[in-house]
């Protein structure tokens, strides 16, 4: 049995923030656990994601906030 490969392509024209990465990434079914175990190799101290399915002129997309929290 053949493993299918799988591959993501970003042509962001104008640019894309981390956390835009992030959403589209989740939005397609990234692993969260996975995601979350590198931001910890990554984010110092406690940090908190919060990720919401958000609907903007028929546009629909996942709005993904990481906050660190001073500590």
Avoid: C, Q, W
Avoid at 26 to 47: C, F, M, N, V
Wanted: proline residues 3%; without cysteine.
């Amino acid at each position: 049995m053949r493993t299918a490969k799988k591959a993501v392509y970003f042509d962001p024209k104008d640019g894309i923030s981390g956390d835009m990465v992030l959403g589209a990434l989740i939005d397609i079914g990234a692993d969260t656990d996975r995601i979350a175990r590198e931001l910890d190799k990554i984010i110092p101290g406690e940090y908190s994601v919060r990720a919401d399915i958000r609907e903007r002129r028929g546009v629909r997309g996942v709005n993904l906030k990481v906050v660190v929290h001073d500590g």
